[in-house]
């Protein structure tokens, strides 16, 4: 081999970035990516990936990385080695824990982490500091969805894969930017529609583009999903059309179901939802001849008061009509960031371990007090929001939080913000110095995707590996390695020397992951939950019967939660999601010249009506004032927003960001913010 070809490596990675789970090869040479090079054989997106997939790696080399450990000293920072850091962590945690108690400490793991890292995150807070209190940002986008389907029929993740969606007779897509969140998924339906014919049915108050292609656009009021939804169950239900043989061998409760829809008549939900009877009629037909029927959904739903009960009432419908056990149907909650099946499927979560096994199950404790020699809480411990408020109540004291700018990524910032300052002690722990790092005692350099090894769970609960392409930069260290190391100053034993020994243990301890090993996981290939012991994976989630008592899916009667109501003068409505370009924040896209180039910053978008109203033209700035804070944004004037409906794209960290807006109400089920449910009044600054 020439100097050339022995400098120049291809290594297989997964993007970081949205739920779709491409996998691809990077060229590299030195620490330069080369190219990123998809390959047919991979899963989830085979030769296709998105413009961040393809160009969003420059911030993996970018001068504003954090490389050493930081230690505030009053208002500052300075550098510190990680023995002087860890050391700190130990005496801050230890007399934290020592005078306040093991409650007093709260863990929140990354949904842009691995699965081990999710692992070793739970494991700290549980086994080395005595708490549940830990959580993951999941409980910002999907933790509604979940809930639905646990409800109804026992698991939380798609029904199927990718490709299912694409077989589909008929995709429902409900609150989903699909083509902007989920760009290579959005590809599949959008040439399944065209060449086979795939019926598409777009449920959304913006018209964006899959809704700008679809068979049937409907734009209910914000909020009202729930309604139109449980309206066509109800007249499918009222014309004979359900899967009688179904609902007789597989699903329970549905008298007392059949009974609770007695008002969601065709009448009602024209009123609240304003969506024509013909429309309700036409979607409900449409199901009936379909053989089968896939509904995606996003944040447009789950981002509600009731946001779970409308997730419920999507399951409710399917299992009415036969879409569960078999292919090509079912439900596809889409997951937001790279990893947030796995983040909750690997317990950070409050009140489950891994594998969503319950804290207060004495068997189940049991068996993972005996694998990590120590006992375990058995009281559930504080979601995210739970969190927030207890740090303002004074009896959460300390955060350990990861790969999260949760100061900016929260609902309700200002209040979110305060409550950081309220603690004792913050240790945050990130790529770059988010704005969250300016609240923070002590900054963790962590190592992005690239540097590191391990493994994340896709939409579609499937596992794929990554091989680290770089070494971390820095003193930077992988995030399962940072935590190990705060275990073991903590006087845990941890000797991982591996992401995969993680895994072992993970799969050791959970059955629906008993199969799941880094050989099987070799390459391209891949393993999707639940995995047998032999290794045999699960492309369909259910196939003879749902995990619920007596292997039958339980119809969960919902009832409408009606979204916040505001002031008169707070008189436009802030619609919010993402822009293809930019993941979250932006703390990482922006810091990519390929795609900062192309799209600098957010804007507002409005719509023709009040830009004529309030004399707003493309780039006039305006100021937007809710009950809990304001935001400066430019505008641009399109038709994909109706009226006194705006949106403006969560994208920013800076003046403009949505959070400043939005408030602390939240999923009565799941304290998932209700990011969708906000107004403000408009201000108009400056024209252009
Ligand atoms: Fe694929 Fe999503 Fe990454 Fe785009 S952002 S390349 S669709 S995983």
Redesign the pocket.
Known sequence: ATMREERIKKTKTV?T??????AFDVWTKGRQVLKVEPQAEAPA?GIS??????FGWDFVNSEERITRPLIREGNEFREAEWEEALDLIENKFNKIKKEKGSDSLAFISSSKCTNEESYLMQKLARAVIGTNNVDNCSRYCQSPATMGLWRTVGYGGDSGGIGDIAKSELVISIGSNTVES????ATRVKRAQKLNGQKVIVADIRKHELADRADLFVKPAPGSDLVWLSAVTKHILDKGWHDDEFLQKHVNNVDEFIESLEPYTLEYAEEVTHLSKEELKWIAESIHEAQTTCILWAMGVTQHGGGSDTSTAISNLLLVTGNYMKPAAGAYPLRGH?NVQGASDFGSMPDRFPGYQFVTDDDVRKRFEASWGTSLPAKPGLNNHEMVEAIHDGYLNALYLKGEDMGIVDANINYVQSAFEKLDFFVVQDVFFSKTCQYADVVLPASPSFEKEGTFTNTERRFQRLYQVFEPMGESLPDWKIIMEIANTLGADWSYTHPSEIMDEAASLTPIFAGVNYERLEGYNSLQWPVAEDGTDSPLLFTEEFPLPDGKAKLHPVEWTKPLEFEEEYDIHVNNGRLLEHFHEGNLTYKSKAISGKTPSVFLEVSQELADDRGIEDGTKVKLTSPYGSVKVSCVVTDRVFGKQVYLPMNTSGEGAINYLTSSHSDKDTDTPAYKEISAKMEVLESK
């Open positions: 993007c970035y949205c739920g779709v789970g491409c997106n990936t998105c413009v961040k997939g393809k989920h760009p290579v998924l790279n």
